[in-house]
């Protein structure tokens, strides 16, 4: 019996939730921009998906009797310095994209939540501890701490994700810290205590719940900023290595040959710039309809 019941109880709970999907999603395809960028990123999911099926060459098999063609007919965006097709390696390098912004955002989006509402429920010591050390890391440059990490760890896709990974999660921490602040003390969370409920449950049961749509904001608009540190990690050869087809390792490649060949560096540059725009066009429009003040003031 009693399993019964839970078992409605949360049926009823998906089918709320489910309703409060519908006003968001109609809201949300009112916003032009929103849609644009939703339409920019369904584009990359696709052609990192399906890049087998839209490829018209090997990404990796070098010809180098077709080495540095302009754009035609046979190769749309024209070949790289080994006659590679340069639009290939770029729906493939999404997948690469895609790779390593799901590896931070996993990782960095958890710890940076976790950290941030434990400081800011437990307070004292443990916050001055924890916030110290998120200054520690929030005091040095993103690109250049990740720089040092990835130097340590070694050149490679996994090593660059875990770098920007422990660069990214500070400022999830102090998001997470203000919103746990602003509910701690608030009467449901005492009648929780009252109740015997436990730091542990109340932490993770509720304050976390509480800020996850002001996270989910952050996290939409910090992924072009991964995307960049990712492509500059792989400019300067401490990223993807080759002959992976990362963007930021093909405009290294391609610099050489700027003036004559312009569209080997072009090329990949002008899809980190679309995919960019995207994920800051999602974000925009995320914070609009999830930020309670400019509903409010909408």
Same mark, same amino acid.
């Given at each position: 019996?009693?399993?019964?019941?839970?078992?409605? /109880?949360?049926?009823?709970? +998906?089918?709320?939730? &489910?309703?409060?999907?519908?006003?968001?999603?109609?809201?949300?395809?009112?916003?032009?921009?929103?849609? +644009?960028?939703?339409? $920019?990123?369904? @584009? +990359?999911?696709?052609?990192?998906?399906?890049?087998?099926?839209?490829?018209?060459?090997?990404?990796?098999?070098?010809?180098?009797?077709?080495?540095?063609?302009?754009?035609?007919?046979?190769?749309?965006?024209?070949?790289?310095?080994?006659?590679?097709?340069?639009?290939?390696?770029?729906?493939?390098?999404?997948?690469?994209? &895609?790779?390593?912004?799901?590896?931070?955002?996993?990782?960095?989006?958890?710890?940076?939540?976790?950290?941030?509402?434990?400081?800011?429920?437990?307070?004292?010591? %443990?916050?001055?501890?924890?916030?110290?050390?998120?200054?520690?890391?929030?005091?040095?440059?993103?690109?250049?701490?990740?720089?040092?990490?990835?130097?340590?760890?070694?050149?490679?896709?996994?090593?660059?994700?875990?770098?920007?990974? @422990?660069?990214?999660?500070?400022?999830?921490?102090?998001?997470?810290?203000?919103?746990?602040?602003?509910?701690?003390?608030?009467?449901?969370?005492?009648?929780?205590?009252?109740?015997?409920?436990?730091?542990?449950?109340?932490?993770?049961?509720?304050? $976390?719940?509480?800020? $996850? /749509?002001? %996270?989910?904001?952050?996290?939409? &608009?910090?992924?072009?900023?991964?995307?960049?540190?990712?492509?500059?990690?792989?400019?300067?050869? @401490?990223?993807?290595?080759?002959?992976?087809?990362?963007?930021?390792?093909?405009? /290294?490649?391609?610099?050489?040959?700027?003036?004559?060949?312009?569209?080997?560096?072009?090329?990949?540059?002008?899809?980190?710039?679309?995919?960019?725009?995207?994920?800051? &066009?999602?974000?925009?429009?995320?914070?609009? @309809? +999830?930020?309670?003040?400019?509903?409010?003031?909408?």
């Amino acid at each position: 019996m009693t399993v019964l019941v839970q078992n409605d /109880s949360r049926r009823a709970l +998906l089918q709320v939730r &489910l309703r409060e999907l519908q006003p968001f999603a109609r809201r949300f395809a009112r916003n032009p921009l929103g849609m +644009l960028g939703l339409a $920019i990123l369904g @584009l +990359l999911l696709l052609a990192a998906i399906f890049a087998p099926l839209l490829a018209t060459h090997d990404p990796y098999l070098p010809e180098l009797t077709h080495r540095l063609l302009p754009p035609s007919a046979e190769n749309w965006l024209g070949t790289d310095e080994l006659g590679r097709d340069i639009y290939t390696r770029i729906l493939y390098g999404a997948r690469l994209t &895609l790779l390593i912004v799901g590896l931070v955002v996993a990782t960095s989006a958890p710890i940076g939540l976790i950290i941030g509402a434990v400081a800011g429920t437990s307070g004292g010591w %443990v916050d001055a501890v924890f916030m110290r050390i998120t200054d520690v890391f929030l005091a040095v440059p993103k690109l250049l701490l990740a720089l040092a990490f990835v130097a340590a760890l070694g050149p490679g896709i996994v090593n660059a994700a875990l770098a920007i990974t @422990l660069t990214a999660w500070p400022p999830y921490a102090r998001l997470a810290r203000a919103e746990a602040l602003i509910v701690r003390d608030s009467d449901y969370v005492n009648a929780i205590r009252l109740a015997g409920g436990s730091e542990f449950r109340i932490v993770f049961r509720h304050i $976390i719940p509480m800020c $996850i /749509s002001s %996270v989910i904001v952050r996290m939409t &608009l910090d992924m072009a900023g991964i995307i960049l540190t990712a492509a500059g990690l792989g400019f300067i050869g @401490l990223g993807a290595q080759p002959p992976l087809p990362e963007w930021g390792a093909m405009i /290294s490649t391609g610099r050489k040959f700027i003036f004559d060949q312009w569209w080997v560096a072009t090329m990949p540059g002008f899809a980190i710039f679309i995919v960019s725009l995207g994920f800051n &066009l999602l974000g925009d429009a995320m914070r609009d @309809l +999830l930020d309670p003040h400019l509903r409010r003031r909408g």
